[in-house]
């Protein structure tokens, strides 16, 4: 049963077929060679089970706050008030980049957006002041990636109820490592346009700082709205989707009056048929993962992995390497959907935080994103900048290795993950 469901998913895989339908077909091989053992129902009814999750609601709803905040004129008042704090630096409009990519991050939670709108004004900018157009795709690549780790997230959220671990605990805990890669990407930066000789921009004063934060209020209280209400428990993390809806509509159509009607319709149409591929994913999990647990394939897994070492930071290096490899050829939700649920058992054995492997779990994925050939963050900058991956890809490999050095001190730093979820949730 198990060499059947294996094969197929292997001979889907070379034949490019979407990961769902070959979960599908694989598990659909497993039953007819179970010889009756399973029932043909079985997988119909752990898909809907698998769905039928309330917690599931925070994927459409931030993907939708996303897509408001998006088009409601945020990002380009980010861009300007990241200007104003680092645009002075050596490479400075490359830092804003960097920059305007976290902020925009703690907003719409999702990294190909945040490269479309980040770098559909930074890019352009930097190649007219005489920045390598490579080079200046590369920093919004990468820092497009954190898009997934500063909450909101809706990879946080798929990553919870996969490993059934506190949403609100991993939300809280990717803020303080989503700041720290932005720092490790900001010393890169400064060192490699120093060197290229990269200009800078003028010192703004002040007063020009305070108006620029002034203009991106709003946009920047969303992040704070949430996550505080998440910590002082006036609502979940599901009910705080539905909150940054409602604010995201107010702030784009009320505050900046850039958002019409007219455009509801096609973000409401864009959220929902991502959330509808993310979803069928997660059900369609569901049902394999049942097959893996009926041949004890997690056991197995877990027992080879213990074999190797019984030493938890070297296990999570492993395991570290293992994501990295994925991320080169596999789609983040179907690594979640396929390796946590074996290999979260196995570091909690060896005494690891579950809320600290989640959120490094997540960094680790979202690196995947700006590596090729299936970086998402690659392609949706490739897309804005209209260059080609192969160039881009050359520029970004010191920015690669710092975020992959960044997850290893991760690993091992777990305060740095988990004290301030811990302080505030308890």
Not at 127 to 152: F, M, N
Not at 207 to 231: C, N, Q, T
Not at 289 to 310: E, P, W
Request: proline share 5%; hydrophobic share 60%; aromatic share 10%.
């Amino acid at each position: 049963m198990v060499a059947a469901l294996l094969i197929v998913l292997l001979i889907c895989f070379v034949l490019n077929v979407p990961i769902a339908f070959s979960m599908v077909l694989a598990s659909i091989a497993a039953i007819f060679a179970s010889g009756g053992m399973l029932p043909a129902t079985i997988i119909p009814q752990y898909m809907v089970a698998g769905a039928n999750s309330f917690v599931l609601l925070a994927i459409p709803f931030f993907m939708m706050a996303g897509a408001l905040m998006e088009g409601g004129g945020v990002s380009k008042r980010i861009v300007r008030f990241a200007e104003t704090l680092v645009g002075h630096q050596h490479g400075g409009l490359s830092a804003v980049s960097i920059v305007s990519c976290a902020i925009f991050a703690a907003i719409s939670g999702s990294t190909p957006a945040t490269a479309a709108a980040v770098g559909g004004l930074t890019i352009p900018e930097m190649e007219q002041r005489g920045y390598d157009k490579p080079y200046a795709s590369a920093t919004v690549a990468s820092a497009a990636c954190l898009g997934v780790i500063i909450p909101p997230s809706t990879t946080m959220v798929i990553y919870g109820v996969t490993a059934n671990v506190s949403i609100g605990k991993l939300l809280i805990g990717g803020f303080a490592p989503g700041v720290f890669l932005m720092i490790l990407l900001l010393i890169v930066n400064y060192c490699y346009a120093k060197k290229l000789g990269y200009p800078t921009g003028k010192r703004c004063s002040a007063r020009e700082v305070w108006i620029a934060f002034k203009d991106a209020f709003f946009a920047l209280l969303m992040p704070v709205i949430i996550l505080g209400g998440i910590m002082t428990g006036v609502f979940t993390p599901t009910e705080s989707a539905c909150v940054a809806v409602v604010y995201g509509f107010f702030v784009g159509f009320f505050i900046y009056r850039e958002l019409k009607l007219s455009d509801i319709v096609p973000m409401m149409y864009k959220a929902a048929l991502n959330s509808a591929m993310i979803i069928l994913l997660i059900a369609v999990a569901n049902g394999f993962g049942y097959i893996l647990t009926v041949n004890q394939v997690s056991a197995v897994v877990s027992n080879f992995l213990l074999g190797l070492t019984d030493n938890a930071i070297i296990m999570f290096f492993l395991i570290i390497v293992l994501y990295l490899i994925l991320g080169t050829f596999m789609d983040t939700t179907a690594i979640i959907m396929l390796a946590v649920p074996m290999l979260a058992p196995v570091v909690q054995s060896l005494g690891v935080d579950p809320i600290h492997f989640g959120v490094v779990t997540v960094c680790a994925l979202a690196t995947g994103m700006a590596t090729p050939p299936v970086g998402i963050s690659l392609f949706a900058t490739c897309s804005v900048a209209k260059i080609s991956m192969g160039s881009l890809c050359t520029r970004i490999l010191p920015f690669l290795f710092t975020l992959i050095a960044g997850l290893f001190i991760l690993a091992v730093c777990e305060p740095l993950v988990t004290l301030v979820p811990n302080l505030l949730i308890g």
